[in-house]
């Protein structure tokens, strides 16, 4: 079995900080891809933000600049440190990994979610 497990949000002002992390652990192989997803309300699912193991990223156009996608592969960990935060960036987080288990399936497993507000 797999957990992938996100920790990290909260409530923030505009143009604050905040650090999100997420570890996948369980009968794991390997881990391909690594990706943080936001969902806002009545908005459907958007990337913000993916990893490969090797390293190479991948941003929205909206977070360019202002997040940061950083990954541990001895760990099977993904972090995003996201500045200058937004009131639109105000959603629930997803973090997912696209892996091989000990059996040699590969599937991608999403975390449960964390929310992130970025209020005044």
């Known amino acids: 079995q797999v957990q992938v497990v996100e920790s990290g949000g909260g409530l923030v002002q505009p143009g604050e900080s905040l650090r999100l992390s997420c570890r996948a652990s369980?009968?794991?192989?390997?881990?391909?891809?690594m990706g943080w997803y936001r969902q806002a309300p009545g908005k459907q699912r958007e990337l913000v933000a993916s990893?490969?193991?090797?390293?190479?990223?991948n941003y929205a156009d909206s977070v360019k600049g202002r997040f940061t996608i950083s990954r541990d592969n001895a760990k099977n960990a993904v972090s995003l440190q996201m500045n200058s935060l937004k009131p639109e960036d105000t959603a629930v987080y997803y973090c997912?990994?696209?892996?091989?288990?000990?059996?040699?399936?590969?599937?991608?497993?999403w975390g449960q979610g964390t929310q992130v507000t970025v209020s005044s």
């Open positions: 997912n990994a696209d892996l091989i288990t000990t059996d040699w399936s590969h599937r991608l497993y």
């Open positions: 369980g009968s794991i192989i390997s881990i391909r891809n």
């Open positions: 990893i490969t193991s090797g390293g190479s990223t």
